[in-house]
C-alpha cells in the first residue's frame, strides 16, 4: 500500500513539474531521490554518495573547480569507497561497488551539468555545524535551501523538517514518515522549488 500511494504522489508532482532541465547540488544522497521521484536524469555528479562539512561549502564555494577536479583514493573506513576530490574534498561514494564506478559516474554526471540553472541543497548532518549553515546563507547561489532539524531564526534560507528536534542533527530525510507513501523529505515542496526561474 506504502509503495503504491507513493507512485501515486510521484505522479501527481511530475504533473506539476515544468522546469526538466536542472542541477541539484547537494551533500547527500537527497539529489538522486528527487531526480528518481520525478522521473528524470540524474543531471548532478552528487547522486549516491554524501559529502562530510566543513568540506561541503568549500566544495560549493568553489563549485566549477571542483566538479572537474581529478580524484584520488584514500582507504576506506567504512566498507564504502572514498575519494579525495582536489586533494582536499572527502567523498564518500555510499552506494558504488567501488572507487572508479563512483568516480565515472561523477565524471559523466557531471557533464550533464545545468551551470545557468542550479539549485543548491544542504542537509544538516555528517558534522554540519551552524556556522555551516551561516555560510551556507552567504553563498551567492539564487536557488538554495539548507534542510535542518531545529529552527534558525538567523539564517535566512532553511527549511525546518518535523521530526528530528530532539536528535543532535538531522536523520535521514530519505525515510518513509508513517503509512501513507510520504517521506520526510516531502514535507518540503519541491516542485514549486524546482519551478523557480
Known amino acids: 500500500m506504502k509503495e503504491l ?15 526538466c532541465d536542472f542541477t541539484i547540488i ?10 528518481h521521484d520525478l522521473g528524470l536524469r540524474f543531471d548532478t555528479p552528487t547522486v549516491n554518495l554524501y559529502i562530510p562539512f566543513p568540506d ?11 566538479v572537474y577536479a581529478e580524484f584520488a583514493e584514500l582507504p576506506s573506513d567504512n566498507g564504502h569507497p572514498v575519494g579525495l576530490l582536489g586533494g582536499v574534498i572527502h567523498v564518500y561514494f555510499l552506494h558504488y561497488q567501488s572507487f572508479n564506478e563512483g568516480v565515472e559516474s561523477w565524471k559523466r554526471r557531471t557533464e550533464r551539468m545545468h551551470w545557468d540553472n542550479l539549485y543548491v541543497v544542504l542537509s544538516e548532518r555528517d558534522g554540519c555545524r551552524e556556522m555551516d549553515l551561516h555560510e551556507f546563507d552567504l553563498l551567492p547561489y539564487r536557488k538554495k535551501i539548507a534542510f535542518t532539524h531545529i529552527d534558525y531564526p538567523s539564517i535566512s534560507n532553511f527549511f525546518l523538517i518535523h521530526g528530528f528536534e530532539k536528535s543532535k542533527e538531522l536523520g535521514n530525510i530519505m525515510d518513509y514518515q508513517g503509512m501513507f507513501g510520504r517521506k520526510y523529505y516531502d514535507q518540503f515542496d519541491w516542485v514549486k522549488f524546482l519551478n523557480q526561474k
Do not use: D, T
Request: charged share 20%; glycine share 2%; proline share 0%.
Open 26 to 35: 547537494a551533500n547527500n544522497c537527497i539529489a538522486g531521490c528527487v531526480y
Open 56 to 66: 561541503y561549502i568549500l566544495f560549493l564555494k568553489n563549485l566549477r573547480q571542483f
Open 5 to 19: 500511494l507513493r507512485k501515486l504522489h510521484n505522479k501527481f508532482q511530475r504533473l506539476r513539474l515544468r522546469n
